[in-house]
Every structure is written in structure tokens, then in C-alpha cells.
């Protein structure tokens, strides 16, 4: 039996609890075996990822913050870091999202080994602005009180090297290959691939009635447009009391929507961040997801949301927008509704049609679900995923 090849799979923070899509790509390889490399962890990562495969470099030596500045900053990686990874015999470095991918250039140079980046929204479509001069003395104050902007502006600032030293690009979505194209990314080096999810552990549990629930899950960032979908609830409850909006998730927004909701809806809940098994409990009993993202006054978008094609697989309607790759998946009145971003009058419209239509609810549940099967069955799609590191490999 012919042994596997090694990948790096690198996110400098290994992993948050919304980017389960890493590692059910990576569990489903065939041919290759990723090893999980960053420079420090969440503490979900302990529970999502496999421990025996999982490699934090900054915890290889002391003090981990200096060697981790220098890394970040200068480009300079610790010998005994190389040494580490060299000992895997790694074929390629496979970052997801830009600034991982900005990060991982110097380690790809000192393995000698291509590297391939995944974008997901973010860092293909934000606009940063780096038009103001700054001093020393303000990147300085940047890095150590203004993290987050400090680091969007590296990315940029080293976005066309990547474009032209990194070997290919994968865009998760037709949407975000047209983006990157408008960053300057050179068209020859981007593949479109689809992440997809898997379809055997996502599928509807017929042991579970459904009930009177609106499902939202996702981050609460403006992007994901959760606000608009609480106006679109008030107008839905006016009209079915007893319809529940239930949310799961957490972000900078959360106490904000909760104020929201409470002047204006009857019956909701904030469930917090829940592990995946409680979502697809959700997900079994609830009668429709409703993912209203938009594009934010910065620029940035999603991707392709993953959440959206698991609530297809398991048969559960998906009210969304018009918005970056969604329409590649949901098929607007023929496996979903669409409505322009922001539009919490259709979205409430919407809600109330399949609420109050049982035989269209079903028709999405079947169209839904074979649209996943055909286009986002993530075993099929990751097999795809390992000709495009068969091909940059050579």
C-alpha cells in the first residue's frame, strides 16, 4: 500500500469553533495526511483537532512570544521549527485565508515546498485602507494595542508578493475568484473549489418533529445580517405568535441584538456558541434557517457560507441573500428564497410563505438536498481537493 504524503495544514491560530470546515476537509483526504501547524491555539482546538497531528510551533521554544514576533514580523523562523517540520516530509503547505497564507510564505520558502491558499471572504473582499502614513511609533502602537489592524494592513502591504510567490489559490466560491481578480490575483493560479460537507452525517432525523422554530446560526458580525432578520421576526410574529426565533452564536453584536429583540419579538432565544451536535439537533426541529448576510461598509462578504449547505443536506429551507457565493448553492425559488441584502420585508415574506406552505417546505427539502449531494458532497469535492495538490506538487 502505497504511504500517504504529508500537508501542512497551517492557521497561525489553530482553529476557532466556526471553522469545523478545516478539519473535516482534512479528515476526509485519501492519499494525503495533514499535519495541523500554527503558531498558537484556541482552546477548542484540543477537541477539534487531532492531537497526535497537531503542531504548535511557538511552543517549541522559549519565550514563545519573542520567536513568535520575530516569525510574524521579520520573517525569521527558529531553526529548531524547521527541523520539526522538515522530519514530516512535507509535499506542500496548504494555508486557509489570506493573512495565514501572507504568514506562511517564509515557512514554505525554508521547507522548499509550494504553497496553496484557500480565501473564504474576509481578505478577498475587505477594502483596507493604507492611503494615511504611519510612523514606527504607530505601527508599534498598532501591534501592541490595535492587533487586529495591524495585521490587516501586513496582509495588504504583502498581498502582491503572495499573489505572485505563492503557487495557487483556491477560492471557495465563483464569487471570491472574481474578487481576488480584482485584487490582482493572477487568474492562472486560482481554482474554484467548493468545500462541501458531509452528506452522510448530515441528514435529516426523521425521529425528530419539527416545530415552529426560525434557525439562525452563525457569528454575530454585522456581515451575517442577524439584525434584519429580527426586524423580519416582529413581522412574522404579528402574523404566527407562536413562531420561535432561536440563535446560535456568539460575536461583538450579541448584546445589541438581544436588545432588539427584546422591544420587538415575543418568543426568541440566545443560545450562545453550541457544539456541532447540538446544531443539527437544532437543525432536525427547526422548520427554516434564514442566513441574511450582506456586504458591510468595509467591503467584506462571505464566501459560501457552510452552514447553508448543511441546512440543505438535512432538509431544512434556507431563507438567505443575494449575496457573494450564496447563490451558487441555494437556486432562488427552486431550492431556496433569496432576497436582496438587508430586505427584511421580503425576508419576512419569505418566512411566512414556507411557514404557512407544508408542500413547498417539502419540495426545497428534496431539491435542497440533492443540490448538495450533486454539487457539495465534501468526499467527492476533497478527492478534487488532492488533484489540485497533485498538480501544483507536479
Excluded at 478577498?124 to 510612523?135: Q, S, Y
Excluded at 466560491?173 to 448530515?202: M, N, Q, T
Excluded at 451536535?277 to 467591503?299: D, F, H, N, R, Y
Aim: aromatic residues 10%; proline residues 5%.
Amino acid at each position: 500500500m502505497e504511504s500517504k504524503k504529508t500537508v501542512i495544514i497551517y492557521r497561525d491560530q489553530l482553529i476557532s469553533y466556526s471553522e469545523t470546515f478545516i478539519p473535516a476537509q482534512v479528515e476526509h483526504f485519501s492519499s494525503y495526511q495533514g499535519f495541523y501547524v500554527g503558531t498558537s491555539r484556541f482552546p477548542t482546538a484540543t477537541s477539534m483537532l487531532p492531537q497526535d497531528r497537531t503542531i504548535i510551533i511557538g511552543d517549541l521554544v522559549f519565550p514563545p512570544s519573542l520567536w513568535k514576533t520575530a516569525y510574524k514580523l521579520a520573517e525569521f523562523c527558529h531553526p529548531t521549527w524547521i527541523k520539526n517540520l522538515q522530519a514530516l516530509s512535507p509535499t506542500l503547505i496548504h494555508a486557509h485565508f489570506g493573512l495565514d497564507g501572507v504568514l506562511a510564505l517564509p515557512l514554505a520558502k525554508k521547507l522548499n515546498i509550494p504553497l496553496i491558499v484557500t480565501f473564504h471572504g474576509y481578505y478577498a473582499t475587505a477594502d483596507i485602507d493604507l492611503a494615511e502614513k504611519k510612523t514606527w511609533y504607530d505601527y508599534s502602537l498598532d501591534y501592541l494595542k490595535r492587533r487586529g489592524q495591524f495585521f490587516r494592513e501586513l496582509y495588504l502591504r504583502k498581498r502582491d508578493r503572495l499573489f505572485q510567490e505563492a503557487d495557487c489559490f483556491i477560492a471557495v466560491s465563483e464569487f471570491i475568484r472574481s474578487k481576488l481578480i480584482e485584487k490582482g490575483c493572477p487568474s492562472a493560479k486560482i481554482k474554484v473549489h467548493y468545500i462541501g460537507i458531509d452528506i452522510d452525517k448530515f441528514t435529516q432525523n426523521n425521529n425528530i418533529k419539527r416545530e415552529p422554530i426560525v434557525l439562525f446560526v452563525g457569528r454575530l458580525v454585522e456581515k451575517k445580517g442577524c439584525e434584519y432578520l429580527i426586524r423580519a421576526m416582529a413581522e412574522v410574529q404579528a402574523k404566527i405568535p407562536d413562531v420561535e426565533l432561536v440563535i446560535i452564536g456568539d460575536g461583538v453584536l450579541r448584546s445589541h441584538l438581544e436588545n432588539l429583540a427584546a422591544t420587538s419579538l415575543k418568543r426568541y432565544r440566545f443560545l450562545g456558541v453550541q457544539p456541532p451536535e447540538i446544531v443539527k439537533e437544532w437543525m432536525s426541529k427547526s422548520l427554516l434557517l434564514s442566513a441574511p448576510s450582506l456586504t458591510t461598509p468595509q467591503g467584506e462578504s462571505e464566501g459560501l457560507p457552510i452552514v447553508i449547505l448543511e441546512a440543505m443536506a438535512m432538509g431544512l429551507p434556507v431563507v438567505s441573500s443575494v449575496h457573494a457565493g450564496i447563490p451558487e448553492a441555494i437556486i432562488h425559488q427552486e431550492t431556496g428564497f433569496l432576497t436582496a441584502e438587508k430586505d427584511w420585508e421580503a425576508i419576512a415574506k419569505y418566512i411566512l410563505t414556507l411557514l404557512e406552505n407544508e408542500n413547498l417546505r417539502n419540495h426545497f427539502t428534496i431539491a435542497g438536498r440533492k443540490r448538495i449531494e450533486e454539487k457539495f458532497n465534501l468526499k467527492q469535492n476533497t478527492a478534487q481537493l488532492e488533484e489540485i495538490y497533485n498538480n501544483v506538487i507536479g
